[in-house]
């Protein structure tokens, strides 16, 4: 039993210490931690103390039911989608950094098979080969059904792939189920939580219909959607459609006890489509060179110029800076949006592409 206890305390030490290494993994970034003050990197500490152990318990317990999984491919996907996508899930959990007790442990057992199905369909949808398009849509109920006690579970392999997971999809669902079902705001998010998952799983048909097509499904899709979400460029609401962050905030909204009248309508409003989209476009924004070599859609590349990039995307993180510091507890979520700018914008792929003076730009922006 020792030697088995001896080996999960060395792995969870190998996993912080892999987070902490990523945290501080350049001399800018460990600068501009230093620069979110006392509280801030409090804060910080805390995530990586408490936050991130929790977290890597419970993905090496989705790990392991992964590995069960009798057809190869679909195994191969699952696990690659925890392993090469782990800070992913480490990120998702940040907010369970201002809550404490059982309400924190709760919110990170929710997370995390919840951003589980996220990367699994992902990788299904980008990597897995002779995925109809078809079954896109289907796929992404699952994360439909994970959001809303009220539906009805389904075979979300019906469209395809025809393959057997062994029933592991249905049960990073249920895990997902069973803990909102204990959270005490749940009803009062859950029409927001299905609408916003709603956006991710049209995204994902659209951006995967082929050079071109993608852009023009995406431009109308926009359109329908201009009236609501005015002042956008296509490419920038899909890239809010394509963020899990928003789900998150209300996830951790609804772990509170009490709410403030308006505090569900704010904290959406300020996640969708302002912190989704930043999150999407910085993270395009690293990946510009890899999706030229590979011929990818790039949003931030959808842009006129790079001068039109940087001054539409800075414009975007300050606004976003200010209605997140107006929520609820905005101090929470101002830590959370400066963390993840930090994270993309101080990034080795920044400096690789020599985009220092863009990075400083919209790091700039946060105030």
Known sequence: MSGKSD??????????????????????????????????????????????????????????????IPDPALREQATASISDKAYHVQGACILATFLHGEAARRYVDIVVPLETIYDYL???????????TTAYPTLHE????ALDDRRPLSDYYRDGPARDDGGYLRRLVERVRSGISGLPNYAAVREQLVEIAGYYAELQTFKHAGPGASEEFCNAWYERNR???????????????????PVFALLHLASQKTLAPDAVGLTTAAYFPNVSAVHILLDYFIDQAEDREHRELNFVACYASSAEA????????????????????????????????LFYLTHPKVFEQHLDAESAALLAALG
């Open 310 to 341: 940087v001054t539409r995307v800075r414009r975007l993180v300050a606004a976003t800076a200010a209605r997140v510091r107006a929520l609820q507890d905005g101090e929470w979520h101002a830590f959370v949006l400066r963390a993840m700018c």
């Open 7 to 68: 080996m999960r305390r060395a792995s969870l030490v190998r996993d912080l210490n892999a987070v902490v290494s990523a945290v501080l993994r350049t001399p800018t970034r460990f600068r501009r931690l230093l620069g979110l003050g006392p509280r801030g990197l409090a804060s910080m500490v805390r995530f990586l103390t408490a936050v991130v152990p929790r977290g890597v318990r419970v993905l090496r317990s989705v790990e392991n039911d992964a590995r069960t």
């Open 227 to 245: 009236e609501r979400f005015p002042g956008l460029y296509w490419w920038e609401f899909a890239a809010a459609c394509g963020s899990s962050m």
């Open 122 to 132: 992902d990788n299904l949808c980008d990597r897995l080969p002779n995925v109809p």
């Open 142 to 145: 699952a994360l439909l059904d």
